[in-house]
C-alpha cells in the first residue's frame, strides 16, 4: 500500500509500505479520506514527534477485511470512521468511561518500522471497538472525516453543560471554534463569536452564529457584557492559541459561569487567578482534552445522519501524490481542514 510519510521537517512524501493483516480482535480499513490537523501541521514542522512519521487520525473509509476470530457487528463493505487513538481499556480513567484520560498502556503502530497513527495509510489495522459503522450506508466519508474533531468539541460540550437559551461565547472562528458554534446552536444556545479575521466572522455568520464580534476593536469583556446586559457569558469555549488572552476572558463570565480551555498552548505558561474571585462567583474552569468511546459514537450519528452540517469547512482538498502542497496549504489560516483523497492515487 501507499502512505504519507513526514520524512523530515517540512517534507512529507510517498512511500510504499506493507500492507497490515488484521489479527484477532482487529479490523482492516481502507482509510479512503483523511483531514490534515493542526497536531500533523505541527508535525509537518518537525515537532512533537520523531521523524519519520506516518502520521493521520481525522479518517474515514471502508471496511476491507475482519480478522479471523474477531467478534463484531461490522462487515465488509461498511464505511465507517476510526478512533485511532488508542486507550488501555483497563486503567481507572478507561473503566470510568474517561479513556481520553488513559493512564495504562496503549498499543503503538508501526509501518515497516515506522512510527504513526496511520491515518495517512491507504489501510490500517486496527481493533475493533475503535471502529464506528456509519448508520447511513450511503454516507459521505469526506464530511464523516470530520468525526474526530466533532467527537473532540462533543467532548468539550459535555464540560460545559450549555443549555437551552445560554449565552456562549466562542473565543476563535478557526475550524473548532467553528464546530463548537455549531454545536451550540443545536444545543439550543446564543452564541458569540470573538474573531479579528473577517472571511472567519463571515463564515461563523454562514453556519448560525447569533452575534460576531472583532475583539481587535475594543476591549473585548466590555463587548461582551454589553452582548449580554451587564451579566457576561454563561459558558466561554477558549479555542486560540493565545496565552494573554486565556486570563482577560475569564472576567466575560457570569456568575457561576464556566470557562472551557479547549486549545492547548503552544508555547504554554502560567496565568494569574484570584482565587476570590473564583470563589464568590462560583465561576468553574476546566479544560478539555481528546475525545471518550461515547464522544466518537454521538459524531459519527451527527454526521452518518446528517444532522449537522460541516462540508463548508473543507476548504481544499487533493490527491495522495499532492500530500507535500496539501501539508503546506494546511498551515495557512486561509483554511479550516485540508482534505487528501487517499482513495486517488
Known amino acids: 500500500m501507499k502512505a504519507i510519510v513526514v520524512t523530515e521537517p517540512y517534507k512529507a512524501e510517498v512511500k510504499e509500505i506493507t500492507t497490515p493483516v488484521p489479527k484477532e480482535g482487529e479490523v482492516l480499513v481502507r482509510i479512503e479520506k483523511c483531514l490534515i490537523c493542526t497536531w500533523e501541521q505541527r508535525i509537518f514542522t518537525g515537532g512533537d514527534v520523531a521523524l519519520p512519521f506516518v502520521p493521520g487520525h481525522e479518517v474515514s473509509g471502508t471496511v476491507a477485511a475482519i480478522g479471523e476470530g474477531t467478534l463484531t457487528q461490522l462487515q465488509v463493505g461498511d464505511r465507517v470512521v476510526v478512533k485511532t487513538y488508542d486507550s488501555c481499556g483497563q486503567c481507572e480513567q478507561c473503566y470510568r468511561g474517561h479513556d481520553n484520560e488513559c493512564t495504562g498502556k496503549a498499543k503503538k503502530r508501526t509501518f515497516d518500522g515506522i512510527p504513526g497513527t496511520g491515518g495517512f495509510a491507504q489501510y490500517l489495522a486496527i481493533g475493533s471497538e475503535r471502529v464506528y459503522a456509519l448508520p447511513d450506508k450511503e454516507a459521505d466519508l469526506a464530511t464523516a472525516a470530520f468525526a474526530e474533531p466533532l467527537a473532540c468539541c462533543l467532548g468539550s460540550m459535555d464540560q460545559a453543560h450549555v443549555e437551552f437559551g445560554e449565552d456562549v ?9 467553528q464546530l463548537h458554534n455549531v454545536l451550540c446552536k443545536k444545543r439550543g444556545a446564543r452564541t458569540i463569536l470573538m474573531e479579528p479575521d473577517p472571511a472567519r466572522r463571515e463564515m461563523a455568520k454562514k453556519m448560525g452564529a447569533d452575534v460576531v464580534l472583532d475583539p481587535t476593536k475594543g476591549d473585548p469583556v466590555q463587548m461582551i457584557l454589553e452582548q449580554t446586559g451587564g451579566r457576561g457569558a454563561h ?6 492559541n493565545v496565552l494573554p488572552l486565556a486570563q482577560t476572558y475569564l472576567d466575560a463570565l457570569a456568575k457561576r459561569g464556566r470557562m472551557v480551555y479547549y486549545g492547548s498552548f503552544h508555547p504554554s505558561g502560567p496565568i494569574q487567578i484570584d482565587p476570590n474571585k473564583i470563589h464568590y462567583s462560583e465561576k468553574s474552569i476546566t479544560g478539555s482534552y481528546s475525545p471518550t468511546a461515547k ?8 454526521l452518518g445522519y446528517h444532522l449537522i452540517d460541516v462540508a463548508p469547512f473543507i476548504t481544499e482538498r487533493y490527491d495522495l501524490t499532492e500530500c507535500q502542497k496539501a501539508f503546506e496549504r494546511a498551515s495557512s489560516p486561509e483554511t479550516y481542514r485540508v482534505l487528501i483523497d487517499l482513495s486517488r492515487d
Open 235 to 240: 459558558v466561554c469555549f477558549y479555542t486560540v
Open 169 to 177: 461565547v466562542i473565543v476563535g472562528g478557526g475550524i473548532m471554534g
Open 295 to 302: 464522544n466518537f459514537w454521538t459524531a459519527s450519528r451527527l
